[in-house]
Nanobody
Framework: VQLVESGGGLVQPGGSVRLSCAAS????????VAWFRQAPGKEREGVSI??????YYADSVKGRFTISSDNAKNTVYLQMNSVKPEDTAVYYC?????????????????WGQGTQVTVSS
């Protein structure tokens, strides 16, 4: 069972970047999949959740980020638009089985290794 993120890098303020989370060993559409991020010196925070046909966003990214999935590729994406310097962080994807939507990272069973996103001019 493995999650692998990709797509991070350096992006200018106001720009866009798309992160990918590819799963192997299990089928993502049977799980809740979330993106979390962690900036230096800060706690890990939830950014977005994909659960069946529903999506959820933290207030800080609502209207700028979009989570989506491609079941044929067993991959979940995070499209990040109008990025800001405060979006700089390591971004992780995570998956969990179970009931209810939760932002608590403790209950997520599977994690990727993370991908760095740096927003700077």
């Amino acid at each position: 069972v493995q999650l692998v993120e990709s797509g991070g890098g350096l992006v200018q303020p106001g720009g866009s970047v798309r992160l990918s989370c590819a799963a192997s060993g299990f089928t993502l559409d049977s799980y809740d999949v979330a993106w979390f991020r962690q900036a230096p010196g800060k706690e890990r925070e939830g950014v977005s959740i994909h659960r069946g046909g529903s999506t959820y966003y933290a207030d800080s990214v609502k209207g700028r980020f979009t989570i989506s999935s491609d079941n044929a590729k067993n991959t979940v994406y995070l499209q990040m638009n109008s990025v800001k310097p405060e979006d700089t962080a390591v971004y992780y994807c995570a998956a969990r089985s179970g009931w209810g939507v939760t932002w608590d990272p403790i209950v997520y069973e599977y994690w990727g290794q993370g991908t760095q996103v740096t927003v700077s001019s």
